[in-house]
């Protein structure tokens, strides 16, 4: 079979592998669809090589069938249309003992950890399967993960049906979370440099303002009769919009920090004790995220059409990454039965 590997210095390549089959407890999928995603980039641009070993296997948000079915499974059969939480935890760590096993203190994140789903076949534990019902398209069940981000981004904040919300950076995962939070009855504006993004963010009914244009301060205190929002979602992972983020939310409000950010950032402290506001961070999900992204997706909440905005076959995963990298999309998929 055929699997993208990330090999170091950048490059990702794409080679023959063996076909093991499902050991016990295990299913072995066939992986129709694998989206690229920020963290992905953070990868192929060597910020994770102290994790990964090398050549590997990447890639976490994806759609498949069940192929094969190791020993001691149940519950599952061959053809079930499934997609995976990438997270296996240890299960004996504080923050585990805690009730936290999704930022578990040994957490094992598939697709960066662990081998991924950038591959034509992929076996992962039974505990990772999350059903898909049959009447949704494998390509918008690939984002059932970057969707599951968002619905536990907005369930973090404690964002509640009338408040206002403003979410800074309209990437991917920005206007996953604006969608989420305008399901979750918010009120939404989204702040985004590129004036493509802006565009297609304000297709989908929202409120957009230019960070390079417009001040921000004085729109969001326009807007909000002077109180500032209620959630302020960091999704840029720019260090000006950090700096600015607190600015914009109300007394008591909650700052969100969504993006990852690899080098520290200077904070404005002082609105942090002026306004006695929150700063969350929100780093993955927890199953019933997951689920309720499903919902989404089968509902049709999610605008899954307008979010891919590219397909390519397995062999040319590099492109994938080059069109991300170059804020040329929102969402690629990358086929993986297709290996053209």
């Given amino acids: 079979m055929h699997a993208a590997r990330y090999v170091g210095n950048h490059t990702i390549a794409v080679a023959e592998v063996p076909v093991a089959p499902p050991p016990p407890g295990q299913v072995q999928l ?69 009730g936290h096993q999704h930022i578990c203190q040994n957490l094992d994140f ?33 984002l059932v993960e970057p969707v599951a981000v968002s619905v536990h981004d907005v369930r973090r904040a404690d964002l ?20 989420a939070a305008r399901h979750a009855g918010a009120e939404v504006v989204v702040a985004e440099v590129d004036p493509e993004r802006r565009a297609m963010v304000a297709g989908l009914g929202f409120d957009v303002l230019d960070p390079g244009a417009d001040d921000l301060v004085a729109r969001v205190t326009e807007w909000t009769a002077g109180a500032g929002a209620d959630v302020v979602f960091e999704v840029s992972g720019a260090a000006a919009a950090v700096l600015g ?10 700052l969100v920090i969504v993006a990852i950010h690899p080098q520290p950032r200077p904070v404005d402290l002082k609105q942090v004790f002026w306004r006695e506001l929150t700063v969350l961070g929100a780093r993955v999900y927890e199953r019933r995220d997951f689920e309720t992204a499903v919902t989404m997706l089968a509902d049709g909440v999610v605008p899954a059409d307008r979010l891919i905005t590219g397909t390519v076959p397995l062999t040319r995963v590099a492109d994938a990454f080059d069109q991300l990298s170059a804020g040329q999309a929102m969402k690629v998929l990358v086929d993986c039965q297709e290996v053209a």
């Fill in 30 to 98: 066939d992986v129709a669809y694998t989206g690229i995603c920020g963290t992905d980039l953070h990868l192929l641009h060597g910020a994770m090589d102290a994790r990964v070993t090398l050549p590997a296997v990447i890639g976490h948000e994806m759609s498949g069938r069940i192929a094969a079915v190791g020993e001691g499974v149940a519950g599952w059969a061959v053809g079930d249309p499934v997609t995976v939480m990438p997270l296996a935890w240890c299960g004996a760590c504080p923050a585990c003992a805690a």
């Fill in 110 to 142: 598939i697709g960066i950890d662990s081998p991924g789903s950038l591959q034509n076949r992929w076996n992962v534990p039974q505990e990772v399967l999350v059903r898909l019902p049959g009447s949704l398209p494998l390509d918008r069940a690939a």
């Fill in 160 to 179: 509640r049906p009338g408040e206002k919300a403003v979410v800074v950076g309209g990437g991917p995962i920005g206007v996953l979370i604006a969608v």
């Fill in 245 to 254: 983020a607190t600015s914009l939310a109300r007394v008591r409000g909650r």
